[in-house]
């Protein structure tokens, strides 16, 4: 192990080949593999290695990059003179993906530091997992929407065969998918109006994410005819003078097919079409600005 320059711990472990290849790539691609180690819970082979910054990328599944976040990351890194928590990487075809630290890889950026201090993982399908449970800034609705799916079409190109049910732990909710597809097309849609009744009847599928992904772009389609109506129906009250910051979700909560609901669920399908129905039917002319405001109350959370 010497002639790497890299430490085996614990003492007297042999790692696996693949453990051997990949820090000796990091060597040739100019960083440098530090340490061979088995993680404390699961006794998996790690790589503690410095990589070199241009061959650092963020996934291009996971969120977006904060502006804001970024800049105060910079600011802390410059005050305490140092660079204390290290990103995860995968090795990709050219470089190395990580799928949690775009923020910090960032800031090293902005600071111009030519090395990052990365957790190096074998596996690079562990990637989606460590992408799933990312916590570096808790996300939004849209953020984790747009996440998820980028993260559903990068494993679909990589030709995964496992139905859709098989990745909720990547995706965590179905209606996630269907609302990333929704974002992507407009970026002010009203998805926290409708993920309530979303995440009731939205489920995952069980069939391939090839096939899949066509039955998601026609969800959003019904959703996004849903929008257009609850869109007509805002601009209408705006017309009798109710403006309301609640008044989307008011519309919904009249018009949810699933408030009577008890011993069964709807599919998606059948509610979506009860929902449209009670929209296309609602009636403008029995809402009061009063009654939109009553409700905005007893919906919001009690204060801490």
Not at 145 to 157: A, Q
Not at 205 to 231: F, G, T
Request: hydrophobic share 40%.
């Amino acid at each position: 192990m010497a002639r790497l320059g890299f430490v085996v711990h614990p003492e007297g472990a042999d790692p696996p080949a693949e453990a051997i290849r990949l820090a000796e790539q990091i060597d040739r691609d100019g960083g440098s593999a530090l340490a061979l180690y088995r993680d404390p819970v699961g006794d998996h082979w790690q790589i503690f290695a410095l990589l070199p910054r241009d061959k650092v990328q963020p996934t291009p599944y996971q969120r977006d990059l904060s502006k804001a976040h970024a800049e105060r990351l910079v600011k802390v890194i410059k005050k305490i003179d140092r660079f204390i928590d290290p990103v995860v990487a995968v090795r990709g075809d050219d470089g190395y993906w990580t799928p949690n630290g775009s923020h910090r890889l960032h800031a090293l950026q902005k600071l111009k530091a030519g090395l990052v201090p990365a957790i190096v993982i074998v596996e690079p399908e562990v990637a989606f997992h460590i992408l799933a449970l990312n916590t570096e800034k808790a996300h939004n609705l849209k953020e984790k929407s747009l996440e998820v799916i980028r993260m559903y079409r990068g494993l679909r190109d990589r030709g995964e065969k496992k139905p859709e049910e098989g990745f909720t732990f990547q995706f965590e909710e179905a209606c996630y998918i269907t609302l990333g597809l929704l974002y992507e097309k407009n970026a002010r849609f009203a998805g926290g109006a409708f993920s309530p009744l979303l995440r009731r009847v939205d489920k995952f599928l069980d069939s391939p994410l090839r096939s899949a992904y066509s039955v998601r772009e026609a969800r959003a389609a019904r959703v996004e005819q849903a929008n257009a109506l609850l869109s007509e129906i805002v601009e209408k009250l705006k017309r009798r003078g109710i403006r309301h910051p609640f008044v989307k979700n008011f519309v919904l909560a009249r018009c949810n097919p699933l408030s009577r609901a008890r011993k069964s669920i709807p599919g998606f399908d059948q509610a979506l079409d009860r929902l449209i129905a009670a929209l296309e039917s609602f009636d403008v002319q029995k809402i009061r600005q009063e009654d939109i405001a009553r409700s905005a109350v007893i919906a919001a959370p009690a204060a801490p």
